[in-house]
């Protein structure tokens, strides 16, 4: 099996999680600045929300990307006040005619006084194992 991660990653949490992502994976992740070359079985894609959003930039990296090229895609994410960034980040690649798996991570990111800490250790640890069913699926 083949993978790519990419994350937008604006105070380090889906970067810090797409580490994570990497260390099951054994690949290096790259943030959504880098385009996706390579033919991948498993596109793992995580970032936050802003302002009740996902980055643009995550849009951007998907419509330069062939979805011939991604069997599939696995969405993951933190964000402190909405339940999860995944139902906008699996919209943006489902539109744009990607496969998008059913299962996702989400945990919460902190934003001032809210969630201090997270994504803690528990939140990766819980990260780590979802990333190793994905990959023995
Ligand atoms: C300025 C700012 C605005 C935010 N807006 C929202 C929001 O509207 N809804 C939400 O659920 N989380 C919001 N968050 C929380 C972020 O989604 C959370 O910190 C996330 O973990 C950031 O991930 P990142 O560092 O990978 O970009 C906000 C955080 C900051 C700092």
Redesign the pocket.
Known sequence: MTYAIR?????????Q?AQVVGEVTGVKPESVETPLTEDVDILFI????????VNGRVKEFARKTDPKKVNKVVCF??????DS?VPQLSKIFEELGFTVADESFTCR????PWHGG??DAEDLSELKAFAERVINE
């Open positions: 994350y937008f990653s604006k105070f380090g949490h889906s970067e999680m995580g970032a936050g929300i802003f302002l009740s959003k994410g933190s964000c402190a006040l909405i960034p990111g902190s934003m001032g997270h994504p």
